[in-house]
Nanobody, 129 residues
Framework: EVQLVESGGGLVQAGGSLRLSCAASGFTFDDYVIGWFRQAPGKEREGVSCFSSADGSTYHADSVKGRFTISSDNAKNTVYLQMSSLKPEDTAVYYC??????????????????????WGKGTPVTVSS
């Protein structure tokens, strides 16, 4: 059974940094895409950053480029989202999600929420102004 457990959320002032972690277990896939999505109150869930194991490529939404970085530690089966220069509009619940796939086009055609099969329960991030 695939399990994704997020941690690292919290309250931070604008301009600050946080690192989110997603501990993954139960993966039996040869290739997969794993990433971060977020949902702010009253808004739809949106993709933030993701990583393809097939070719190591990454995707970052325009709204977070240059501020957020996705990385992974295979030895720890953990994916991280380093968030810097945080803005109040980054306030949301951040979810880790994964799907079994060998696609290598995420840089230009990132998967949307409906494309993901496995989800964590989320970790809240609040950025105060």
């Amino acid at each position: 059974e695939v399990q994704l457990v997020e941690s690292g959320g919290g309250l931070v002032q604008a301009g600050g940094s946080l690192r989110l972690s997603c501990a993954a277990s139960g993966f039996t896939f040869d290739d997969y895409v794993i990433g971060w999505f977020r949902q702010a109150p009253g808004k739809e869930r949106e993709g933030v950053s993701c990583f393809s194991s097939a070719d190591g490529s990454t995707y970052h939404a325009d709204s977070v480029k240059g501020r957020f970085t996705i990385s992974s530690d295979n030895a720890k089966n953990t994916v991280y989202l380093q968030m810097s220069s945080l803005k109040p509009e980054d306030t949301a619940v951040y979810y880790c999600a994964a799907v079994e796939t060998s696609i290598t086009t995420i840089a230009t055609m990132p998967p949307g929420p409906d494309d993901m099969d496995y989800w964590g329960k989320g970790t809240p991030v609040t950025v105060s102004s």
